[in-house]
């Protein structure tokens, strides 16, 4: 029967969410210390202790490629936070990992997540959508102005939809 070290080597918990031409991975640990990143093209590595002396060890193939150069580390009080500029910006990942199957220690972060590809024409298709029903309610009253009463609270959600994406 082998001893165990006391110690065992475990991977930080990860959050990651997409935007168009960055990947940003925040690692969860408590006031890392001797943090060692490796950033490559196709992968990542990362190392460190907690201030527990718990072990740390993650390894990460990327699902597209990443510049190396203009990716950093960043290393904050409770988190190690990643930033991998992506070798094809405006493409989104469906998943930061290469292989399909997720690894338990990485999830999505909802918080910052945005499904960015879709933000332009989700706005204007609502805003289209919203144009013609008050034409449509507008030539049912024979041309008179509908009564918006009942509308005005969604009108001004669209309005102010609208209103976000063309800030860009």
């Given at each position: 029967?082998t ?24 690692f ?27 072990v ?38 469906p ?5 399909p ?29 919203y ?17 918006m ?16 994406n063309?800030?860009?």
């Amino acid at each position: 029967q082998t001893m165990l070290p006391s110690k065992s080597v475990q991977p930080a918990h990860a959050l990651w969410f997409d935007r168009k031409k960055y990947v940003t991975i925040n690692f969860a640990v408590q006031k890392p210390t001797g943090v060692q990143v490796d950033i490559q093209p196709d992968k990542m590595i990362l190392c460190c202790k907690n201030d527990t002396d718990d072990v740390f060890y993650n390894e990460l193939h990327f699902y597209d490629k990443v510049q190396i150069h203009d990716s950093r580390e960043t290393v904050h009080e409770r988190t190690i936070h990643v930033l991998l500029r992506k070798m094809k910006p405006d493409v989104a990942w469906p998943r930061v990992q290469k292989d399909p199957a997720k690894p338990s220690w990485i999830s999505v972060d909802f918080d910052n997540w945005r499904d960015w590809e879709h933000e332009e024409d989700e706005g204007k298709a609502e805003y289209d959508q919203y144009v013609d029903m008050i034409q449509e309610m507008a030539s049912e009253n024979k041309g008179a102005i509908p009564d918006m009463g009942d509308l005005s609270d969604v009108s001004r959600g669209i309005w102010q939809l609208s209103l976000c994406n063309m800030e860009k």
